[in-house]
């Protein structure tokens, strides 16, 4: 299995433009993750999903930020207007609804809006 | 919510040194699992621990799940250049699949 597919790997844009961010899960798990990581706050899960249904988005920061999950196999992240403080690394990971089995993560999409 | 307290923070160690991390919970976890972020990368599983007082070895690591089932450690031997990264230590509770995450152990070794 190619893994957690994420992209892009780097994107900069500047306040106020759209960012959509990209996630293929592994084939097969139902549970999909979005999060945040900053030097800050380290890792912050922004929503999840589970069978393609949104179950806790209580992490996503504001009205700017929407995530979609259309099927099994695809996930956007999207940010509307983009500001510069949301500049973070951003990773998608997915998991089986199995207890015990542990995420599996994408390599991230760095954001730098500026 | 649950919360994890990971530490230390950070560390800075000589090549060869061992080194130990350690994670503890206001709440019961059924799981505790260990992954490690390479620069530039995300998060990899290492160890993952189902039991209480289980004790597992992945090489130069070894993970244990505390008796009280709030608490885990890591323990890195012989330590290598490549071990650089952050640690993380994540919990699961016993039906809730989400994973509550320290804050990481960022840990840096110099040749």
């Known amino acids: 299995d190619a893994g957690v597919i994420q992209s892009p790997r780097h994107e900069v844009t500047e306040m106020g433009q759209e960012v959509t961010l990209r996630c293929k899960p592994i084939s097969g798990h139902d549970y999909l993750f979005w999060y945040r990581q900053t030097m800050m706050r380290g890792l912050e899960l922004l929503i999840y999903?589970?069978?393609?249904?949104?179950?806790?988005d209580s992490g996503m920061p504001e009205d700017r930020f929407s995530a979609k999950m259309p099927n099994a196999s695809f996930s956007t992240l999207k940010i509307q207007p983009s500001e510069p403080r949301d500049s973070a690394v951003y990773f998608c990971?997915?998991?089986?609804?199995?207890?015990?089995?542990?995420?599996?993560f994408g390599s991230g999409t760095r954001l730098t809006v500026v | 919510g649950q919360q994890l307290n990971q530490s230390p923070q950070s560390m800075f160690i000589q090549e060869g040194e061992d080194v130990s991390m350690n994670c503890t919970s206001s709440?019961?976890?059924?799981?505790w699992l260990w992954y490690k972020q390479d620069p530039g990368e995300g998060p990899v599983l290492l160890i993952a621990l189902y039991k209480a007082g289980e004790l597992t070895s992945n090489g130069r690591l070894t993970a244990q799940f505390g008796i009280t089932r709030k608490d885990s450690f890591l323990n890195i031997s012989a330590s290598i250049p490549s071990d650089v990264g952050i640690y993380f230590c994540?919990?699961?509770?016993?039906?809730?699949?989400?994973?509550?995450f320290g804050k990481g152990t960022l840990l840096t070794v110099n040749p």
């Open positions: 999903f589970n069978n393609n249904v949104p179950i806790d």
């Open positions: 990971a997915s998991s089986l609804s199995r207890v015990g089995y542990g995420y599996t």
């Open positions: 709440s019961i976890f059924n799981t």
């Open positions: 994540a919990g699961q509770g016993r039906s809730n699949y989400k994973l509550t």
